[in-house]
DNA sequence: CTCCTTTATATCCATATTTGATATATCACT
DNA sequence: AGTGATATATCAAATATGGATATAAAGGAG
């Protein structure tokens, strides 16, 4: 039901279209959507934008819906597609307690 | 005191040796560290770690020290180091809010 | 003393990922 | 008719990553 590689990490692009897909919403929405959450920190342009919904469709973590409007083309997350970012949130979550961890015990220095 | 590009983000291996360099590490020492504290989900191989331990020490994020044993070369990070990483436990603790807020939220569907 | 494993640093090159630039077309407004 | 926003799409270049490989010294086993 996937034929991609390993997808055992998600890299930010990735991570932000998938979160965006949770809903259904299309191309350009998903760009905007990602903009307004960062407030413009984080910026998807359309090559890495259409570049990652082909290959997330061809892994299976989103796959296509029909809209109203004929010019446009929504795309939603799978349950699998879903059950990644969970997976993903963990494993940030993890990194982020590390480095929290290992930043809080320096400083105090020696013991 | 830096010259890299942008720095806005860190990605993953170079998040991880960062952290590991919170500490005086040597190379060798950083592969071991990573793949233990991520109990063998992640792993840094020598091309990836000489790689990335160049480009942070080009763009002042780490720096040189000196070590006992000859054969050893030592890094540790930085001032600048430190609040580059601080910065981007706080980038992925907000991608990390977002997601599971937006996880949350779906599930109680319409309304 | 020789073999093997671990420690330790380093680079080549292929692959994967990302992105700036560009192209096309429709729609809304003036 | 012209401008800006909406909307999808691709090319080519730049970046990033990782498997394989090379080198060498140290430590322990037999």
């Not at 905007?32 to 090559?47: L, N, S, W």
């Not at 799978?78 to 970012?85: E, F, H, P, Q, R």
Request: no cysteine.
């Amino acid at each position: 039901m996937a034929k991609g590689k390993s997808l055992d990490e998600l890299t930010d692009p990735v991570f932000y279209i998938l979160v965006a897909l949770v809903e259904p919403r299309h191309g350009y929405a998903i760009m905007q959507y990602v903009e307004e959450e960062t407030e413009g920190t984080f910026k998807i342009g359309p090559a890495t934008l259409y570049t990652i919904i082909k290959k997330l469709l061809d892994s299976g973590l989103i796959e296509a819906e029909p809209d109203s409007e004929p010019r446009r083309k929504t795309y939603v997350a799978t349950n699998y597609g879903i059950s990644k970012l969970e997976e993903e949130v963990e494993r940030r979550s993890r990194m982020v307690d590390l480095a929290t961890i290992v930043l809080q015990t320096r400083g105090r220095k020696g013991q």
